[in-house]
């Protein structure tokens, strides 16, 4: 899954009861900066990221776990314009946050990984995605069980990474089990 996809994917979490407020403002930015992204307008919507960014640390702190998912989504929009030295040190942060306050088996931290790992292959740093997507499906496997559609991404995710590294036979197999799974689930 493309970093540009996580935004949408981030923006259907919700905070409760008393941050009500502080998640509004948050969501309402984080809105903002995906309805930029998608009609191309980098500049403004990296600025709503940004301030949407604030908006969490400010209201929660600055090792929670929305606090992540905004990170995640400032690195994406850099990741899609190709701003690699801003993507990585973004990505590595909400990692540590995940880690940190989910346990290094929760889904969220496979999707950190994901996140960083893809990152990687868009940039040809092959020996430092592999890894990164091997550990995020084992998390979604255990976690979420074998048949889930996170495990088809992840699935897609290093198919994609084999392809690449002239593994066709492994990437076939990834690839078809990604079917099966996104069949069972239509």
């Not at 960083?116 to 092959?126: D, G, I, P």
Request: proline share 4%.
């Amino acid at each position: 899954m493309k970093p540009s996809e996580i935004i949408a994917r981030a923006l259907a979490r919700l905070i409760s009861g008393r941050q009500a407020a502080a998640a509004t403002e948050w969501e309402a930015l984080n809105r903002e900066a995906t309805s930029l992204f998608q009609q191309g307008n980098y500049t403004k919507a990296t600025v709503a990221a940004k301030k949407a960014l604030h908006a969490a640390e400010q209201a929660l702190g600055p090792d929670h776990p929305d606090v992540a998912t905004s990170l995640d989504n400032l690195a994406a929009l850099y990741d899609d314009q190709q701003e690699y030295a801003m993507v990585e040190p973004l990505y590595h942060r909400a990692l540590a946050i995940r880690t940190e306050a989910l346990g290094s088996d929760h889904p969220d931290v496979a999707t950190s990984l994901n996140n960083l790992a893809y990152s990687y292959l868009e940039q040809r740093q092959y020996t430092k995605a592999e890894p990164l997507f091997q550990r995020a499906l084992a998390i979604q496997e255990k976690a979420l069980g074998l048949n889930h559609p996170d495990v088809a991404t992840s699935l897609e995710n290093m198919a994609a990474l084999y392809r690449r590294t002239s593994r066709e036979n492994t990437a076939k197999g990834l690839e078809d089990r990604a079917a099966k799974i996104r069949r069972m689930h239509r």
